[in-house]
């Protein structure tokens, strides 16, 4: 996934800016029927990607159902878990990237195809609730968050990748897609301070960016005007 990065930098220099900047924002972020405690599903309205089922990515941080925040886009937690991938340019912070296994998981639920834990069947059944409650805490565990369950989900990832768990739990890189929304100025925040400067921090969520190619595809298709508008310019006055 690392060429996924290098296109983005690529399209980046070609548009003259960060193509993503658009998609950070505010959200409303709301229980429904598919929560299960205090994890997910729960549902997000957003000012740039729309709206959609997620996931807490953290356990001890928090949000008030209904309650509006805002958010940017990021490669993982701010301040969440066990572990530290890198530091986050917003606020200075240690920040715990999106892993590998949550990154499967995440995207095959929002594309509709997440099994039940074995393997088969789907996660979208009479029992969703439940299942909803198993993701949350098979995500929780590959975040190394205190509400965390090495569970069946977990399992279906090493088995589904061939992969071991450490290598499931490491940094995706961004596979998939999936990306974290620190969230933050809300309703029960976590207040931390860094450098003498207070900021506080809400639940993070799980979303999806549009596909690279999407994103490239418009960059590019202003190439061509572009060019155009080149050779017009340069085009000798007829006589």
């Given at each position: 996934?690392?060429?996924?990065?290098?296109?983005?930098?690529?399209?980046?220099?070609?548009?003259?800016?960060?193509?993503?900047?658009?998609?950070?924002?505010?959200?409303?972020?709301?229980?429904?029927?598919?929560?299960?405690?205090?994890?997910?599903?729960?549902?997000?309205?957003?000012?740039?990607?729309?709206?959609?089922?997620?996931?807490?990515?953290?356990?001890?941080?928090?949000?008030?159902?209904?309650?509006?925040?805002?958010?940017?886009?990021?490669?993982?937690?701010?301040?969440?878990?066990?572990?530290?991938?890198?530091?986050?340019?917003?606020?200075?912070?240690?920040?715990?990237?999106?892993?590998?296994?949550?990154?499967?998981?995440?995207?095959?639920?929002?594309?509709?195809?997440?099994?039940?834990?074995?393997?088969?069947?789907?996660?979208?059944?009479?029992?969703?609730?439940?299942?909803?409650?198993?993701?949350?805490?098979?995500?929780?565990?590959?975040?190394?968050?205190?509400?965390?369950?090495?569970?069946?989900?977990?399992?279906?990832?090493?088995?589904?990748?061939?992969?071991?768990?450490?290598?499931?739990?490491?940094?995706?890189?961004?596979?998939?897609?999936?990306?974290?929304?620190?969230?933050?100025?809300?309703?029960?925040?976590?207040?931390?301070?860094?450098?003498?400067?207070?900021?506080?921090?809400?639940?993070?969520?799980?979303?999806?960016?549009?596909?690279?190619?999407?994103?490239?595809?418009?960059?590019?298709?202003?190439?061509?005007?572009?060019?155009?508008?080149?050779?017009?310019?340069?085009?000798?006055?007829t006589v």
């Open positions: 996934m690392k060429k996924y990065w290098a296109v983005m930098t690529l399209a980046g220099v070609m548009a003259g800016s960060n193509l993503y900047a658009s998609y950070d924002g505010s959200m409303t972020l709301a229980q429904g029927p598919y929560s299960y405690g205090n994890g997910g599903e729960f549902t997000a309205v957003t000012t740039g990607l729309g709206t959609f089922q997620t996931f807490c990515i953290e356990y001890n941080e928090e949000f008030v159902p209904g309650g509006t925040y805002d958010y940017n886009m990021n490669s993982g937690a701010v301040a969440g878990g066990a572990g530290t991938d890198a530091i986050d340019s917003h606020t200075g912070l240690a920040m715990d990237n999106v892993s590998l296994g949550t990154a499967w998981l995440y995207s095959q639920f929002r594309a509709g195809t997440l099994t039940l834990d074995t393997g088969v069947g789907t996660y979208f059944n009479a029992n969703r609730q439940l299942n909803a409650g198993e993701l949350q805490q098979a995500i929780w565990f590959l975040e190394d968050e205190v509400g965390g369950v090495n569970n069946g989900y977990v399992t279906l990832v090493e088995n589904k990748l061939g992969k071991t768990l450490a290598q499931i739990e490491a940094d995706s890189d961004g596979a998939y897609g999936v990306i974290a929304l620190n969230l933050f100025n809300g309703p029960a925040a976590t207040q931390v301070t860094k450098n003498g400067v207070t900021y506080n921090l809400n639940q993070d969520q799980l979303a999806i960016v549009p596909e690279p190619a999407t994103v490239l595809a418009g960059a590019l298709l202003l190439l061509p005007l572009g060019a155009s508008s080149i050779r017009i310019l340069r085009r000798k006055p």
